[in-house]
């Protein structure tokens, strides 16, 4: 019941209470205007862009990547040394082989060549010393030379010393003979004197053609001296010639022989595959005893041991002009939760620094670039825990902005800002 003096003014009530705000509406409100307001702020807040790229767990040095250990020469595998997962230090053996090429299946194929060698190095030792001994026969030859022709001239000498004493004789026997004959014809000499004189003259002049004949002789004998010896020297000097001459192919035989035995030598030697250094076998390549191998084949993959790891990540072409050398990366491994929040790298959780080491001038895969990355050394180290070939994702952190300028470059498809290039004068343009 509606009490007396209130019927007209019960329908302006109700109509005021519907027109006003509830009191949840006012809270809407003031909320929406503070989240605008921190949204509004939120836009001059800093932003880091961002490259963003995945790739994998590398080594930075070509000597710590995974490698192929190949067999210098083919044959038949006879045992194994290793297994899978085995720790190996250089030089170890890896494999057995037995060769199977006719030339070495003689198993003393190396101690015959030696003998070769060595047969053939004592035929020239022996022809060195002939060459000695003939030249001992020369330097003879030649001083028999000097000497016989010395007495030769001496003989020379004294036959025309002879013919001279000679000549002389006969000439005096003739004057002799001529006064002889005078005194004869004046009665004052006998006959019997007159033919001694004569023949006295005659023995003398006999003497004189003698001695000629001798000098003569002693002459031509010295000439057949020097052509006589001379025929010995030649043919001493021709036969010296043709040993030096056989010592020359001999060294020649020798030098390849002592090629092939070291060639051999080194062979057997390669019989036996070592580990080229310190580090893991990944994984045999060939299985079993008495499987067959080409030369150049390889028998297992070694990981080399305490590679200096590195990131090879993958960045479009687009991105690349972005990247330099010296540039910081956030990353994240498989394995290791992470939470990053791209714009503010100092809010992420789980992610590992790293700075660019390397930025291929070619592609490596259609349309994106290697990226190397190495650790930071001014931020925590990597996980130990982490292998090669392990999948990454990173963040190449770029220039600062505000949120507002990022989100108006997104929106209009613009790239990020990149600073320029240090000015000849040592100052930087942005």
Known sequence: MIPHGTEGHVPAL???RLLSTPPYHRTFFRWAAVVAAVAFVSLFLPWQQTVQATGEVTALNPSDRPQAVNVVVGGRIVSWDVREGQSV??????????????LYLDPRALDRQREALAAKESAVGAKREKVAALARQLAALRDGLTTSLDKGRNKVAWYESAVQSAVLDS????AQLARQEALYAEGLKSLTELEGARTKALKAYATAVEKRNELQNARLELRSLAAEYGDKISKSEAERSNTLADIGESTAEVAKLRSATVSLEARTGLYVVRAPQDGIVVKALKAGIGEMLKDGDAVVTIQPANPALAVALYAKAMDVPLLREGDRVRLQFDGWPALQFSGWPSASVGTFAGVIRVVDVVDSKPGKYRVLVVPDPADDPWPVQLRAGSGVYGWAMLQRVR???EIWRKL?????????PPAPGGKSEK
């Open 14 to 16: 109700e109509s005021l």
């Open 89 to 102: 230090k250089a030089g170890d053996p890896i494999v057995h082989l037995a060769d199977v090429k006719d």
């Open 171 to 174: 000439t005096v026997a003739a």
């Open 403 to 405: 949120v507002w300028y």
């Open 412 to 420: 209009n498809g613009f790239p990020p800002t990149v600073e320029s």
